[in-house]
């Protein structure tokens, strides 16, 4: 069995954001989602783990990812704001 530190367990989530983040944008550029829908498929994500449950590690983890989507909206990274 292949285990993972936390190193690559973090890099590995690391890259598949940028993935979708650079998807986002490419899908923006080329019209086919508005930055409105950009914005309704980041609230998506961001609801899905706000009302998640669990353990009180799993709460724990899906706060701190509604949190960093919480930061992308609010930085822009995920539509080019004119």
């Known amino acids: 069995m292949t285990t993972t530190s936390p190193m690559d367990s973090a890099a590995a989530g690391l890259a598949a954001l940028s993935i979708c983040e650079s998807l986002l944008l490419a899908m923006g550029d080329l019209k086919l989602v508005s930055e409105a829908e ?7 994500a ?5 009302n998640a449950t669990g353990s ?18 609010a930085g822009g990274n995920s539509v080019r704001r004119k």
């Open 38 to 44: 950009v914005l309704g498929i980041m609230s998506d």
């Open 56 to 73: 009180e590690a799993d709460v724990a983890m899906h706060q701190a990812v509604v949190a960093v989507l919480d930061r992308i909206v």
């Open 46 to 50: 961001t609801d899905a783990h706000r």
